[in-house]
């Protein structure tokens, strides 16, 4: 197998885990975070993640439902993941949940953090074994 070839499935393998098959714990339809304290993140992202295994196109969109943050995240292969763990820490967004892969949880976290009109993204699954960094654009 070429290493092209390889890396192609190795990044495949990682979106699998985050939506093929993975059941949320938490289903509710936004966070328990106030809009307030999100504003500057609030709207559609475009969020481009590169990692080993290649690059990952992924779309954030952050919604005001009944004044509290409703969080999806979109790709296009694999379709939309509802995130209501929201907190903010500083100038940091993080998202977060537990993915089951056939039984196993896999605790999945993305932390947003404003760089200008862009956001700087990091994409951490099972506790720091697959990590990726990636930049959103507003769209």
């Known amino acids: ?13 990682v979106v699998s885990l985050l939506w093929g098959g993975v059941t949320p ?3 509710a339809a936004q966070s328990e975070l106030d809009v307030s304290q999100a504003q500057e993140f609030m709207g559609h992202w475009l969020v481009t993640f590169e990692a080993d295994q290649g690059s990952l196109l992924v779309e954030l969109d952050l919604q005001d439902e009944g004044g509290k943050v409703a969080v999806e995240v979109t790709t296009i292969q694999l379709g939309t993941q509802k995130v209501t763990d929201v907190t903010r820490s500083e100038d940091t967004l993080q998202l977060q949940w537990e993915a ?8 999945v976290r993305v932390e947003i953090t404003p760089q200008g009109e862009e956001l700087a993204v990091l994409l951490d699954i099972g506790d720091g074994q697959f990590l990726a960094d990636g930049v959103g654009a507003r769209t």
């Open 25 to 27: 714990l938490r289903v």
């Open 1 to 13: 197998m070429n290493h092209g070839r390889a890396k192609v499935l190795g990044l495949i393998a």
């Open 100 to 107: 089951d892969a056939q039984g196993q949880l896999i605790p």
